[in-house]
């Protein structure tokens, strides 16, 4: 299985791109992953909510291939221990999806399409976390899931 996260806009910030960097070099050591950004949409001001969440949901939709498996990281998403989602992550190995696709969405949330293309949905918290932050919490929690699986020491129950 291939692991994708999608997300909207660039990282800024050095130390948290240092950081996600670094995730994405460890958790290649498991599986094959990719993290693909989204360019921001231009000229924002002149879009309402909906137009935005549309515009952005056409950006997601085209980077989908019809095998894939779209799971959206949203706050109304299934909450799940590490250990959970560990078993997750196993589960949807065993069930020969070639390639799991975790989408972070733009601030104001997914389109009706997206929502409808999605095969699930993900929280990782109730509470708000900047889009930059939680690139690097999912890409941990991957990495985190495969050391629960393979038995490392990097989780401590």
């Given amino acids: 299985m291939n692991i994708k996260l999608l997300a909207i806009g660039k990282t800024d910030n050095k130390n948290l791109q240092a950081l996600i960097d670094e995730y994405s070099k460890r958790l290649s050591f498991y599986i094959k992953f990719d993290l693909e950004v989204i360019p921001d949409i231009k000229n924002v001001k002149?879009?309402?909510?909906?137009?935005?969440?549309?515009?952005?949901?056409e950006l997601i939709l085209a980077k989908l291939s019809p095998t894939d498996q779209l799971i959206l990281l949203d706050e109304n998403g299934t909450n799940f221990s590490s250990i959970g989602f560990s078993d997750?992550?196993?589960?949807?190995?065993?069930?020969?999806?070639?390639?799991?696709?975790?989408?972070?969405g733009g601030p104001y949330g997914f389109s009706d399409e997206v929502y409808k293309?999605?095969?699930g949905k993900?929280?990782?918290?109730?509470?708000?976390?900047?889009?930059?932050?939680?690139?690097?919490f999912v890409i941990e929690q991957i990495y985190r899931g495969f050391t629960i699986?393979?038995?490392?020491?990097y989780h401590h129950q």
Avoid: D, W
């Fill in 122 to 136: 993900i929280s990782l918290s109730a509470m708000t976390f900047s889009h930059q932050m939680v690139r690097l």
């Fill in 117 to 119: 293309k999605a095969q």
């Fill in 149 to 153: 699986l393979k038995n490392e020491p």
């Fill in 88 to 104: 997750y992550l196993q589960k949807k190995m065993n069930a020969g999806i070639k390639t799991l696709v975790f989408v972070i």
């Fill in 46 to 57: 002149n879009l309402s909510e909906n137009q935005q969440k549309e515009k952005e949901g």
